[in-house]
């Protein structure tokens, strides 16, 4: 009998069949997951009990969790160690672009008990490259009534395990959120907990429509100043340093900066070339709207023409005109105001997540 027989037997079409075999593979994963977290559990205990210290560096605040990657081509959230940590940033869960996970305690429990389990993960690979972030809701009476990133001496209520639904990599898939879920499913059932949990269906709508509209406002502007003879690359430097400019790590671009913040850059230049053209790049969703970043970086380039003899250009090397300065002008409050309405506002730590 051949596959199209037996799909007619069961009186199955083409998509649902596909769809049956789909979820057939992710619970198969689900189960082999499952064991190899028991396994790890059962290896971690006989090996004995972490160090406080290594408990605490191990901490799954905002770091490479799933993991962080730096970009994708198009409108960039490696490889995964979870709970690896690298310097503790200020973020935290954000139910806008996040999918989040309750586990509630009927008792209150203690950071380092949560931490060891979540610790074991790095036993079992994950096949995830999403960011992931873990806090909990302090149990003292006392303690301030917000989520904290896990202490090993602190007593929890309720735990919140949360995974970035889109980046610039795009949405999560359907395997990435299941495997982030039946981890969860496995700390709450090791932990005694009770767990409040998305259904991943809807959680993959919302990663779908996340990345689009991540994709739609993913926009960097372009200022080009070109000159009218190349400038000595020295000359240049001076030039860009008199401005307020900074040369950035790799000694091939320029930033500028406003109360510490970056605003814009340029594109990278030969240091070792007389310099024929600049161009400035802002990322629009990374800087707030306060800041007034087109006009600012607009102004810079006039200065920066104005005084080594250049002109402002488009793309194509036609002179920048006053109609198009006011188009651009039009598109970005539509842009800006399309991001606040997302809840997603420029500059935000949320925006900085989504589209870092």
Same mark, same amino acid.
């Given at each position: 009998?051949?596959?199209?027989?037996?799909?007619?037997?069961?009186?199955? &079409?083409? =998509? %649902?069949? !596909?769809?049956?075999?789909?979820?057939?593979?992710?619970? *198969?994963? $689900?189960?082999? /997951?499952?064991?190899?977290?028991?396994?790890?559990?059962?290896?971690?205990?006989?090996?004995?009990?972490?160090?406080?210290?290594?408990?605490?560096?191990?901490?799954?605040?905002?770091?490479?969790?799933?993991?962080?990657?730096?970009?994708?081509?198009?409108?960039?959230?490696?490889?995964?160690?979870?709970?690896?940590?690298?310097?503790?940033?200020?973020?935290?869960?954000?139910?806008?672009?996040?999918?989040?996970?309750?586990?509630?305690?009927?008792?209150?429990?203690?950071?380092?008990?949560?931490?060891?389990?979540?610790?074991?993960?790095?036993?079992?690979?994950?096949?995830?490259?999403?960011?992931?972030?873990?806090?909990?809701?302090?149990?003292?009476?006392?303690?301030?009534?917000?989520?904290?990133?896990?202490?090993?001496?602190?007593?929890? &209520?309720? =735990? %919140?395990? !949360?995974?970035?639904?889109?980046?610039?990599?795009?949405? *999560?898939? $359907?395997?990435? /959120?299941?495997?982030?879920?039946?981890?969860?499913?496995?700390?709450?059932?090791?932990?005694?907990?009770?767990?409040?949990?998305?259904?991943?269906?809807?959680?993959?709508?919302?990663?779908?429509?996340?990345?689009?509209?991540?994709?739609?406002?993913?926009?960097?502007?372009?200022?080009?100043?070109?000159?009218?003879?190349?400038?000595?690359?020295?000359?240049?430097?001076?030039?860009?340093?008199?401005?307020?400019?900074?040369?950035?790590?790799?000694?091939?671009?320029?930033?500028?900066?406003?109360?510490?913040?970056?605003?814009?850059?340029?594109?990278?230049?030969?240091?070792?070339?007389?310099?024929?053209?600049?161009?400035?790049?802002?990322?629009?969703?990374?800087?707030?709207?306060?800041?007034?970043?087109?006009?600012?970086?607009?102004?810079?380039?006039?200065?920066?023409?104005?005084?080594?003899?250049?002109?402002?250009?488009?793309?194509?090397?036609?002179?920048?005109?006053?109609?198009?300065?006011?188009?651009?002008?039009?598109?970005?409050?539509?842009?800006?105001?399309?991001?606040?309405?997302?809840?997603?506002?420029?500059?935000?730590?949320?925006?900085?997540?989504?589209?870092?």
């Amino acid at each position: 009998m051949d596959l199209e027989q037996f799909m007619t037997m069961l009186g199955l &079409s083409d =998509l %649902q069949f !596909a769809l049956a075999v789909i979820g057939l593979l992710i619970l *198969i994963s $689900v189960a082999i /997951l499952n064991l190899k977290y028991a396994r790890a559990r059962r290896k971690a205990k006989a090996a004995g009990e972490y160090s406080a210290d290594d408990r605490f560096t191990k901490e799954p605040s905002f770091g490479p969790g799933f993991a962080e990657a730096e970009d994708r081509a198009e409108p960039s959230f490696g490889e995964i160690n979870l709970p690896a940590v690298s310097a503790p940033e200020s973020f935290s869960i954000d139910p806008r672009i996040d999918c989040v996970i309750t586990l509630r305690f009927d008792e209150g429990i203690s950071g380092k008990e949560i931490l060891e389990e979540i610790n074991t993960w790095n036993e079992v690979p994950a096949t995830s490259t999403a960011r992931w972030m873990c806090e909990g809701l302090n149990a003292d009476v006392d303690a301030a009534e917000d989520w904290e990133a896990l202490r090993p001496e602190a007593s929890y &209520s309720e =735990l %919140q395990l !949360a995974i970035q639904l889109a980046s610039r990599r795009g949405p *999560i898939g $359907v395997l990435e /959120l299941s495997d982030f879920c039946s981890r969860a499913q496995a700390l709450a059932e090791t932990l005694g907990s009770q767990i409040d949990m998305p259904s991943v269906s809807a959680m993959l709508d919302s990663a779908k429509e996340l990345d689009s509209m991540a994709a739609e406002s993913d926009i960097q502007l372009s200022i080009n100043v070109l000159f009218d003879e190349a400038t000595p690359g020295a000359n240049f430097d001076a030039l860009m340093r008199k401005r307020g400019f900074r040369l950035s790590r790799n000694g091939r671009a320029y930033e500028f900066y406003s109360n510490g913040a970056l605003i814009f850059t340029s594109a990278e230049i030969d240091p070792n070339a007389p310099v024929k053209q600049v161009t400035l790049l802002l990322e629009v969703p990374l800087v707030s709207h306060e800041e007034r970043a087109f006009e600012r970086m607009l102004g810079e380039g006039i200065e920066i023409a104005q005084a080594a003899h250049g002109r402002l250009v488009d793309d194509n090397g036609i002179n920048l005109t006053e109609a198009a300065v006011i188009s651009i002008r039009q598109h970005l409050d539509v842009l800006y105001a399309n991001l606040e309405k997302s809840g997603v506002s420029a500059g935000s730590s949320t925006a900085s997540r989504l589209f870092s």
